[in-house]
């Protein structure tokens, strides 16, 4: 400013004074830079900056409220779960952390020992003394779980562990005393834990990849009461420097773990995977980048044009795009102008969508006499029939979404491409003679109350499944909207069972179709998640039998028995797993997922090139 | 010159609530058509192609369901002459029974009671406290209209109550006293007849007022349930209209600029024409 405001007037001593700006500018520049390069191994010697946008805000940093995939985004991020997935391996596989290696189990699958790696620190904070970051030790997960089983922390990831852990749902319940020790969770030393289950439980460690199971310090969690939530102390691979309602910037953590990059340990396939240039990250320390700057735009048109205006670095892109952003859809592929500037990933959800049967309700559900419980599924899977997936996946997920019957998505392990399609295909003539075998026409078909949360989206839905029913002969007035102001509405009245027709989507925890059968199991009937209230003895029999079992051919065929009980029983309208469109700049070296690696890519994206955002200031 | 200036300046009011009367009466058939089941009963079926381009098949277009978006639109004028009929006649009686008792009743607790009633409604701005009545009766076939009969009643009870105590002196009420009528035969008989031409104004804004706050209660979600309404057209368009298709958003649009227009100018006109200073002219 001082400099400019003389350069006209006097212009030999301008060009001097210029000179003086530009050179204490370039030593400033330097000394900054020189700075932070210090601190990375193989650095190009600039600030490396990514630009990320979520279209959802977390409302709290601390773990214990890591409830979605914005708040375990940022949780994983700033602080240290003992597993993560690898990052390019298909299908998820789990990875050691902050642990030493995979868990030492007991033959009975009931002991877990589980070593943690030496020299891992929390950042510097004012709740340590002197300012210093101590180590981090087994005991620090004891507290971290036995917290999110304390009443006062309000958690929301108890039911991960709760009727798990021996000794843990009694420690609540005599009070939750931070002296009491669990018999079943214990540090056996400074870098060693054991976990004791109550029976055997082959996904604990999907758990502990979760932000839920990310490790606090007591000290900060004391020190900063109710403003933890907001001021995190982890010892993760960032630091947060700014968190509020439009965004959020993390720091590189200098003092994170270096250990070298392995593509053959995370995953990585050069057929797969070449076109990224990750192989220039072999043998580097993540994390890679030294700021990420996180926007949370709910808004798709304000966060498309932001990333259209260069002021991002990642997108996913709106729907409503995908016609405007993709050549050709299968595979997708972008348009030739956005595929010189940007990298794309079609990004299939872990989870799906369906639409489930109220099974409790007799007008289409169960009923007590034999025979209309026939004539009630004929009418199910007459419905089931009616519905077009073809053409739902057109109108909603653009016809990139992966539509597969039952109840096993494609993102779990145990996923059978070769089962049988005809639960998913359109069969109208099936249809109406099903209807007509079991006594159904227009004047005796009950009426349909079809739930689901205003929005547009919603009712669209709605209006389409209306229609594809009058395609078999359902009168449109009984098929009639249930609307609810807003989730949380909807979902009260579907754990009530009030709701006939359920549309719920569903996301994985953990890449175990365990996690997707429990939807279907008898005592998880609502309030539980089982929404369908969906009751068959030889169903829960093999859930039973499987829900302990390691992962073998075994239990995966019982898995897919299971399945086709549901299908056969006309339970649930199924599915379809959505395909995110991910876009990022090819001046960046990363695989974004918005599934189980979810925020733990943070920490290996890679400013690749000379174009990348960086700075020369101090941010 | 100036009296000629003012017969052309009615002429051209007249003309201007003509045209209005025009608009309100086309679209009042086309409701009709609608109810009689003449007309816009295609409105749900999603038997076209995503996103059609208007043509002999789709006079408007098809929306991103492959629906109709003519059949829709018009279906929506009966939407909305349901939703201004129900409120503007609910909401005009009771206000008009309000402030009727109020004007006769004035300094009295029921005056009170009513001006109270209608200040603390008044102070509380008017979307906000529609959509917070529609979003707690959300679920109830009846939620909009209760909303906005709740608030539009307090005008026409102000307007009804000064009326009623500017006629409440006149001699032929006094007279109606004098034989010893009962007050609300004096009111029902000789009073409200009289403010007639307040109520039929007032009816006409609150026509306007409620199709518009459908409109906007469909658009957020908290209005029309099962059907179709601009409102809700104008909902699905903020994503089509990203993806660069307009057909939904201008059909909704101009049909509904036009009703309002026609509305406006004919509610305008008949302003003029019961206006004492006008008929004097």
């Known amino acids: ?619 | 010159m100036a009296t000629e200036i003012l017969a052309r300046r009615k002429m051209r009011i007249s003309r201007s609530g003509l045209t209005g009367l025009v608009i309100v009466i086309f679209f009042f058939l086309l409701a009709v058509a609608v109810w009689a089941g003449w007309a816009g009963q295609n409105w749900s079926a999603a038997d076209g192609e995503r996103w059609a381009s208007p043509g002999s098949t789709w006079w408007f277009g098809t929306n991103q369901l492959g629906q109709d978006i003519f059949e829709r639109a018009v279906y929506s004028v009966r939407t909305a002459f349901e939703i201004g009929i129900v409120v503007s006649l609910l909401s005009t009686a009771l206000g008009a029974a309000l402030g009727a008792v109020a004007g006769w009743r004035s300094n009295t607790l029921a005056d009170g009671t009513v001006l109270w009633l209608a200040g603390v409604l008044d102070s509380i701005p008017f979307y906000l406290f529609v959509a917070a009545v529609a979003f707690a009766l959300q679920g109830l076939p009846w939620a909009m209209h209760v909303a906005m009969i709740a608030t539009f009643w307090t005008a026409t009870a102000r307007l009804a109550r000064a009326e009623v105590m500017k006629i409440k002196s006149r001699e032929f009420v006094l007279s109606a006293r004098a034989i010893g009528l009962p007050s609300w035969l004096i009111l029902m008989r000789h009073v409200l007849p009289n403010t007639l031409h307040i109520l039929l104004i007032q009816a006409s804004i609150s026509f306007v007022a409620a199709i518009k706050t459908e409109v906007i209660l469909s658009f957020l979600g908290l209005g029309v349930q099962d059907g179709v309404s601009w409102g809700l057209m104008l909902a699905e368009s903020t994503q089509e209209v990203l993806a660069g298709h307009f057909n939904n958003f201008l059909a909704a649009s101009i049909m509904l600029f036009l009703l309002l227009l026609g509305f406006n100018l004919l509610s305008d006109a008949l302003q003029d024409s019961f206006d004492p200073k006008q008929a004097a002219l």
Request: hydrophobic share 40%; glycine share 6%; proline share 7%.
């Open chain 1, 1 to 619: 400013m001082t400099c400019w405001g003389k350069l006209n007037p006097v212009i030999p001593f301008t060009a001097k004074l210029l000179t003086l700006c530009l050179a204490a500018i370039a030593l400033l520049a330097v000394t900054a830079c020189d700075d932070r390069s210090s601190a990375e191994p193989g650095a190009d010697h600039s600030y490396r900056i990514y630009r990320h946008a979520m279209d959802g805000a977390p409302s709290s940093l601390d773990p214990a409220q890591a409830s979605n995939i914005y708040a375990n985004f940022l949780a994983v991020n700033l602080y240290d779960t003992l597993y993560r997935y690898k990052y390019l391996a298909r299908p998820y596989q789990v990875e050691p952390n902050l642990a030493d290696g995979l868990p030492q189990v007991s033959s009975d699958g009931l002991i877990y020992t589980i070593g943690i790696k030496p020299g891992v620190h929390f950042i510097d904070d004012d709740a340590f003394p002197n300012g210093q970051g101590r180590a981090l030790r087994a005991e620090d997960f004891v507290y971290s779980i036995k917290r999110q089983f304390d009443p006062k922390t309000r958690a929301q990831g108890t039911w991960l562990w709760q009727g798990r852990i021996v000794g843990l749902d009694e420690w609540k319940e005599n009070g939750s005393d931070y002296q009491q020790d669990i018999p079943g969770l214990k540090a056996l030393d400074d870098r060693t834990l054991q976990i004791q289950l109550v029976a055997p439980f082959p996904q604990l460690v999907h758990t502990l990849a979760q932000g839920y199971s990310a490790i606090v310090p007591r000290e900060a969690v004391e020190h900063y009461g109710q403003e933890f939530a907001i001021h995190p102390v982890g010892s993760g691979p960032f630091k947060l420097q700014r968190f509020n309602s439009a965004g959020a910037v993390l720091l590189r953590n200098p003092g994170f773990r270096q250990e070298p990059f392995s593509l053959e340990a995370e995953g990585f396939d050069p057929a797969l995977h070449g076109s990224y240039g990750l192989d220039a990250l072999e043998g580097l320390a993540p994390p890679f980048t030294d700021r990420i700057e996180l926007e949370f735009i709910a808004e798709d048109a304000s966060r498309w044009n932001a990333f259209l205006a260069g002021e991002l670095d990642f997108v996913k892109v709106p729907v409503s795009q995908f016609d405007q952003v993709l050549q050709r859809r299968d595979p997708p592929t972008l348009e030739a102008t956005l595929a010189e500037k940007y990298h794309l990933l079609a990004n299939l959800e872990s989870g799906f969508v369906h639409t489930d049967f109220n099974m409790s309700d007799s007008k289409i559900g169960e009923h007590p006499d034999p025979l209309q419980n026939v004539r009630n599924r004929a009418l199910r899977c007459a419905i089931i029939k009616a519905f077009d997936w073809p053409k739902r996946n057109e109108v909603f997920y653009y016809n990139i979404g992966q539509v597969f019957p039952g109840i096993i998505p494609p993102a779990a392990p145990e996923f059978d491409p070769q089962q049988d399609q005809s639960s998913v295909k359109r069969d109208l003539d099936g249809a109406r003679a099903l209807l007509a075998e079991h006594g159904w026409n227009p004047a005796n078909l009950p009426v349909l109350e079809y739930g689901f949360p205003s929005s547009v989206t919603e009712r669209q839905m709605f209006e389409q499944f209306r229609s594809f029913l009058g395609d078999i002969g359902y009168p449109p007035e009984k098929i009639r909207p249930l609307t609810f102001a807003t989730y949380g509405d909807y979902a009260k009245a579907y754990l009530n069972r009030e709701v006939m027709l359920v549309t719920t989507g569903w996301t994985m925890d953990y890449p175990d179709a365990e996690n997707t059968m429990q939807l279907f199991y008898g005592p998880n009937a609502s309030p539980g998640s089982n929404s369908a209230n969906y009751q068959n003895d030889e169903f829960d029999r093999l859930y039973q039998s499987s829900s302990s079992m390691q992962s073998s051919p075994l239990r995966t065929t019982m898995y897919r028995n299971m399945n086709r009980i549901v299908i056969d029983d006309c339970a649930t309208i199924s599915g379809v797993s959505r395909k995110l469109i991910l876009l990022w700049s090819r001046n960046f070296r990363m695989l974004p997922d918005r599934s189980f690696v979810g925020g733990f890519f943070f920490r290996f994206v890679h400013t690749g090139s000379p174009g990348a955002t960086t700075v020369e200031q101090v941010p």
